[in-house]
């Protein structure tokens, strides 16, 4: 017998974003993210840390705080590439907060309850 695999059970099912105005916005699974994606997302991650550990060592230095809020901007829009540019900028710094933690909690996927576990690799 034929055994078939069927992509679309490999596919997590896209988790979303609903925004103030009604507006849904399908988060990028973390699965979607290419190796320059995730290069970027990791760069921007550290840069954002550093950011955040000078700002609290130096609360007015508004350069680290630019810092911050051009990683926070870009790394929403990572994640939420369809978001408007204009909306994504308007967010406040805790609202992108808000969103970072919960992609990195969730990676922006539901897992498929149907996927089949994978089989182990030879070794």
Same mark, same amino acid.
């Given at each position: 017998?034929?055994?078939?695999?069927?992509?679309?059970?490999?596919?997590?099912?896209?988790?979303?974003? +609903?925004?103030?105005?009604?507006?849904?916005? @399908?988060?990028? =699974?973390? !699965?979607?993210?290419?190796?320059?994606?995730?290069? *970027?997302?990791?760069?921007?991650?550290?840069?954002?840390?550093?950011?955040?550990?000078?700002?609290?060592?130096?609360?007015?230095?508004?350069?680290?705080? +630019?810092?911050?809020?051009?990683?926070?901007? @870009?790394?929403? =829009?990572? !994640?939420?590439?369809?978001?408007?540019?204009?909306? *994504?900028?308007?967010?406040?710094?805790?609202?992108?907060?808000?969103?970072?933690?919960?992609?990195?909690?969730?990676?922006?996927?539901?897992?498929?309850?149907?996927?089949?576990?994978?089989?182990?690799?030879?070794?």
């Amino acid at each position: 017998m034929s055994r078939n695999l069927n992509f679309s059970t490999l596919v997590p099912e896209r988790d979303t974003f +609903t925004d103030v105005d009604g507006k849904v916005y @399908e988060f990028k =699974a973390e !699965v979607d993210f290419g190796a320059v994606h995730m290069a *970027r997302m990791g760069r921007l991650q550290d840069t954002l840390q550093a950011a955040l550990k000078s700002l609290a060592a130096n609360t007015q230095d508004e350069s680290m705080a +630019t810092q911050f809020e051009q990683c926070a901007d @870009e790394i929403v =829009a990572l !994640v939420l590439p369809t978001l408007p540019a204009e909306r *994504r900028t308007a967010l406040s710094v805790g609202q992108k907060a808000a969103l970072m933690n919960w992609w990195r909690e969730n990676k922006g996927q539901t897992p498929n309850p149907k996927a089949p576990l994978p089989e182990p690799l030879p070794n």
